[in-house]
């Protein structure tokens, strides 16, 4: 069992900066592959990034790529995202995951955090 808790969401100005962390429990968090994933008002949820258990292969969404990096510390249970450059269009609330293997289909994580909320304004 692994259960995720998100930190690090709030509210920035367009072309700002934001930092994710998603802390993880358990002893086994290096095992597991580790996706961040969005959902924003009456849309579905869509993929972001993701990273391998040795955080040695990185995916990312053509939306986010070149902005967005993802990166974990298996030694402190944490995988982050950092967001540059934000855009209005990022307003969502953005859920990390777990999977045993790294892959940009959500139904194939195993674990999900509660979320937290980033809202980009113009």
């Known amino acids: 069992q692994v259960q995720l808790v998100e930190s690090g969401g709030g509210l920035v100005q367009a072309g700002g900066s934001l930092r994710l962390s998603c802390a993880a429990s358990?002893?086994?968090?290096?095992?597991?592959?580790m996706g961040w994933f969005r959902q924003a008002p009456g849309k579905e949820r869509e993929f972001v990034a993701a990273i391998s258990w040795s955080g040695g292969n990185t995916y990312y969404a053509d939306s986010v790529k070149g902005r967005f990096t993802i990166s974990r510390d298996n030694a402190k249970n944490t995988v982050y995202l950092q967001m540059n450059s934000l855009k209005p269009e990022d307003t969502a609330v953005y859920y990390c995951a777990a999977s045993k293997r790294a892959t940009i289909l959500g139904y194939e994580y195993d674990y999900w955090g509660q979320g937290t909320q980033v809202t980009v304004s113009s």
């Open positions: 358990g002893r086994t968090f290096s095992s597991y592959a």
